[in-house]
């Protein structure tokens, strides 16, 4: 999120970040941090007219972790994942 505040001109960075986040959370076995990462990549994408790649990489990880339902992180992910649509 801070790279992608200091150069919002440049998200490569940013995305090369979220993914590289995303894997770790996923080595970790990290659920929670692998939602706000797939949560932030998708909320990337969808700005970069991405939608149906944002979604491809939202739902499965949604899927994943129904048993957090409620939670701040996955009520936020659930929201962008509705926002983009079938």
């Given at each position: 999120?801070?790279?992608?505040?200091?150069?919002?001109?440049?998200?490569?960075?940013?995305?090369?970040?979220?993914?590289?986040?995303?894997?770790?959370?996923?080595?970790?076995?990290?659920?929670?941090w692998?939602?706000?990462?797939?949560?932030?990549?998708?909320?990337?994408?969808?700005?970069?007219?991405?939608?149906?790649?944002?979604?491809?990489?939202?739902?499965?990880?949604l899927?994943?972790?129904?048993?957090?339902a409620?939670?701040?992180?996955?009520?936020?992910?659930?929201?962008?994942?509705?926002?983009?649509?079938?």
């Amino acid at each position: 999120e801070c790279l992608l505040a200091a150069a919002p001109q440049d998200p490569r960075t940013a995305e090369a970040a979220f993914r590289r986040a995303l894997e770790l959370a996923r080595e970790q076995g990290c659920g929670g941090w692998e939602i706000r990462a797939a949560t932030s990549l998708a909320r990337l994408l969808k700005q970069g007219g991405r939608t149906t790649e944002a979604r491809d990489l939202l739902g499965p990880v949604l899927a994943t972790h129904e048993d957090t339902a409620g939670t701040p992180d996955l009520t936020d992910a659930a929201a962008l994942l509705n926002s983009l649509g079938d």
